[in-house]
């Protein structure tokens, strides 16, 4: 398919373009880019981007399908096209599926199925230990041979060090990347807030900022130790900004991610009973949030990835305690950056593209996240005028649950494009 994209304001950031002009692109690749193009062919399709960005397609490190086992929240198909719909040209799954993704035949299924339906990339991660159980280590060199990105055992951190040690080093061999869901497991005791004044008010568990601090310092000195590459997954507090600085500082092999609910909400934002509001990490203080803020704008976080965490209505029904942690993101992860961020100004439009699309591509090692001649034609075209109310019951995913419903927000996915065919074009 031939097809060419005019008058965009084109965001390249592997050769740093921000300019006005066309891309064309033709059989999944881009064959030009810049300037007013003519192509010799006349292409099967042209798409308006005045006033829009054009991006390299976005990439989400960080997105539970679901799939297998618990389907009737989300599976790969209904979370392909969510992420369609949100810009997301690449997602990576994370493996607390049920039964749990640590073998190469269950990343395969994964594969399989989504080579079969899902209109973009998707790319299972695997386990660190069997089961997640964190008592015996996960078949990692099979399942990287099976054509997993990354391990992780999101959900939860391996709290045996010795055994979370020998997956690290498995990783540094293979050049993986460890992603960490930083929680002390001893220390949550049934917390399902944070910890602070409103806790206390409301009577609830809190869940205070060391149960992450205390492993991320762990995890960033056993990456140390090891040369493994560790990216430190929802990071949430002030704490964890300042050491992945210093980490950076000393030139180690880590970087970090920020969710749209931690940098957009608090605490303080929290509606009492509402479940939607209920994730994991919680909602920091306004202190924190400051700090994720200017760790975003100093480059000292790498990603912005969604956690996108789809459950049932039902279950989300119950109450805070025993209502399951998340949220669904892939589809206002777009928006929330925009008015966030970007229209605030505490990021460029650059640095958008940078932490949506290039650096998770650098990350995993792809190709992807860059629009340059003979690259694959992965592309986001968003409006960043275009403003719009945020309803749940539009969404594409089978998760509704968001505490954004109804907010009002700039930022519009107008198309986006996976190997040169539009997998989504906004009405």
Do not use: W
């Not at 609830?204 to 140390?224: C, Q, W």
Request: net charge negative; aromatic share 4%; proline share 5%.
């Amino acid at each position: 398919m031939k097809i060419l994209i005019q008058k965009g304001r084109i965001l390249n950031p592997s050769d740093q373009t921000d300019e006005v002009g066309d891309i064309y692109m033709e059989d999944g690749v881009i064959k030009e880019k810049g300037g007013t193009i003519t192509p010799e062919e006349t292409p099967d399709k042209v798409i308006s981007a005045e006033g829009c960005y054009v991006m390299p397609g976005l990439i989400d490190l960080h997105v539970h399908l679901r799939d297998p086992g618990l389907t009737h929240k989300e599976d790969v198909l209904t979370g392909a096209r969510a992420a369609a719909r949100g810009g997301f040209t690449t997602i990576l799954a994370m493996p607390n599926t049920k039964p749990v993704i640590d073998c190469a035949d269950r990343v395969e299924y994964v594969h399989n199925k989504a080579r079969e339906l899902a209109p973009v990339h998707v790319l299972q991660i695997g386990a660190v230990t069997k089961q997640q159980k964190g008592e015996e280590l996960a078949d990692i060199e099979g399942m990287i041979q099976a054509g997993i990105p990354a391990i992780s055992e999101d959900g939860k951190s391996v709290m045996n060090m010795k055994l979370y040690r020998e997956a690290m080093e498995i990783a540094a061999k293979h050049d993986i990347p460890v992603f960490a869901h930083c929680e002390d497991q001893n220390m949550v005791n049934g917390g399902c807030v944070n910890e602070d004044e409103h806790s206390r008010e409301l009577g609830l568990p809190g869940i205070t900022n060391s149960v992450e601090d205390v492993i991320v310092a762990r995890d960033i000195v056993l990456a140390k130790e090891t040369g493994a590459r560790l990216h430190l997954c929802h990071c949430s507090t002030k704490d964890s900004v300042r050491m992945i600085q210093l980490a950076k500082e000393e030139n180690l092999p880590v970087t970090g991610e920020v969710c749209p609910h931690h940098f957009t909400l608090t605490s303080d934002d929290m509606v009492p009973g509402d479940t939607n509001y209920k994730m994991n990490p919680p909602l920091r203080t306004k202190e924190d949030k400051d700090a994720l803020l200017k760790g975003l704008k100093e480059d000292i976080f790498d990603v912005i990835s969604t956690d996108h965490a789809p459950h049932t209505r039902e279950e989300k029904q119950k109450t805070m305690t025993e209502a399951p942690f998340g949220i669904v993101g892939l589809e206002t992860a777009v928006a929330l950056t925009v008015t966030e961020l970007v229209d605030k100004g505490v990021i460029t439009p650059m640095q958008m593209a940078e932490k949506m699309s290039y650096n998770p591509a650098r990350i995993i090692g792809s190709d992807r996240g860059r629009l340059e001649v003979g690259s694959p034609a992965d592309i986001t075209i968003i409006d960043p005028e275009a403003e719009y109310v945020i309803d749940s019951m539009s969404f594409l995913s089978k998760g509704k649950n968001t505490p954004f419903d109804g907010r009002k927000v700039k930022g519009l996915v107008k198309a986006t494009i996976c190997d040169g065919k539009v997998v989504y074009q906004q009405d």
